[in-house]
């Protein structure tokens, strides 16, 4: 049979893409592809935010190639043995390094943003980039969305630290939007009655608020936005009289408790505790809201030279937060996360101080019923280039989904149109046992 040379091209290529699926590659490809993700059991996330930008080679992906802080690049701290193999930590890091046992240290991260901080917060908050057309909710918001509040009286999702967009809920609504608060000792500003507003006031006042509301709600029928903001009234009035505002009581912890969690952050992370055990599913604890070297993690000119403050800071917090965890018996229950926008270059700047690097940086896992005492990711001597496993930010948002039991490869749904619940991401799965 004479063939044409448009069926000739068919035929050859209906041939080498059966002999593609002969080959052992395709294959184990094919049932990777096929095998669902596997499901962790965690119940709650403590994400912990480095606003600025932390340097992986100063901090969790530490090399022995030092630097001089001018023309030779490295490391800028001496480095220490950690209780995972191969693993090196700055010399600042002494508790975790102990610890390690405990941690998962992904070393591999990368995006394509380089220069615009706002632009790489968003990525890391929200696992794509900024749309024009769709506003993407933000890794809180989508587990407060998923898995609701785990008590009565609490919100699913709160925000130690500043509000912001790229925090927020996007298509997914108020719903699964935050609580948020920037001062540990009082608690929400909004939630706090005004000094005089006695109980039978307040009874007045919320029986005054619900007439309104109900007569708002009536003369718009059918409308979501003013119905989902009604239910968040409803939402802040039961905050206001359960459990969830004795969480802030601070001082009623054990003095030894609040001693071992040290400064301002480590009081935030001893309160993103009391708030899990209320029930709260997601905390996002942010480092940032008081510049303890004047920069944060933005550690361009002389603010490298202080990085030190925050990395004692940040190690005698999070070990504490473990340890903490451990002994309420939550570690495994809970899942904690040290995420930042971006890496820093080996190489220094005119001042000192080292520019943004998205290529290759760093994040953190621990607790959360994963396999731990193991790292992800190799890196080349100066921390710079992705020898193996790159883990992309999707896969970061796969993983951190699947350990909280929810499905990475399900749909969210904005105005009747399915959006994947990550951006093509793929669970770590080595991460479960």
């Not at 030092?66 to 191969?86: F, H, N, R, S, V």
């Amino acid at each position: 049979m004479k063939l044409s040379r448009r069926q000739f091209i068919a035929h050859s290529a209906a041939a080498a893409s059966i002999a593609a699926l002969r080959t052992p590659a395709f294959a184990e490809e094919k049932k990777t592809a096929l095998t669902p993700p596997p499901l962790g059991k965690a119940e709650h996330c403590l994400f912990i935010w480095l606003s600025g930008g932390m340097s992986h080679l100063d901090t969790f992906d530490a090399k022995t190639t030092k630097g001089d802080g001018l023309k030779k690049p490295g490391c800028y701290y001496d480095t220490i043995e950690t209780a995972i193999p191969g693993v090196r930590f700055c010399e600042h890091l002494p508790r975790l390094a102990k610890m390690a046992g405990h941690l998962v240290p992904l070393r591999t991260v990368n995006h394509t943003v380089i220069d615009e901080h706002a632009a790489a917060v968003n990525r890391m908050h929200t696992g794509r980039p900024v749309s024009g057309s769709v506003v993407y909710p933000s890794i809180g918001s989508i587990i407060a969305h998923q898995r609701k509040a785990a008590g009565e009286g609490v919100p699913p999702y709160v925000l130690i630290g500043y509000p912001s967009a790229t925090r927020g809920p996007g298509f997914l609504g108020p719903k699964a939007g935050y609580v948020y608060l920037t001062d540990t000792a009082a608690g929400p500003a909004g939630l706090t009655r005004m000094p005089g507003i006695t109980d039978d006031r307040q009874k007045r006042r919320e029986s005054l608020l619900a007439s309104l509301r109900s007569d708002y709600v009536g003369r718009n029928p059918g409308d979501k936005l003013v119905q989902d903001y009604d239910d968040a009234i409803g939402e802040v009035f039961k905050l206001q009289g359960g459990d969830f505002m004795k969480a802030f009581d601070l001082a009623s912890e054990p003095g030894s408790i609040r001693q071992s969690y040290g400064d301002e952050f480590g009081q935030r992370c001893m309160l993103a505790r009391r708030l899990i055990q209320r029930g709260v599913r997601f905390v996002e604890v942010g480092f940032n809201l008081n510049f303890v070297n004047g920069a944060g993690w933005d550690t361009h000119n002389a603010a490298q030279k202080q990085q030190h403050a925050l990395i004692q800071r940040l190690d005698e917090g999070v070990s504490a937060l473990i340890t903490d965890l451990k002994n309420q018996h939550l570690l495994d229950k809970t899942l904690i996360v040290i995420a930042t926008e971006f890496g820093r270059p080996a190489a220094f700047d005119a001042g000192g101080g080292r520019g943004h690097y998205g290529k290759c940086f760093s994040a953190v896992l621990a607790g959360g019923g994963l396999r731990t005492g193991q790292f992800v990711g190799t890196t080349d001597d100066l921390a710079m280039n992705i020898v193996e496993e790159p883990v992309s930010v999707p896969d970061l948002f796969a993983t951190i989904f699947a350990t909280m039991g929810i499905n990475p490869a399900k749909n969210l749904i904005a105005d009747e149109r399915p959006v994947p619940i990550t951006d093509k991401g793929e669970v770590i799965r080595k991460l479960f046992v």
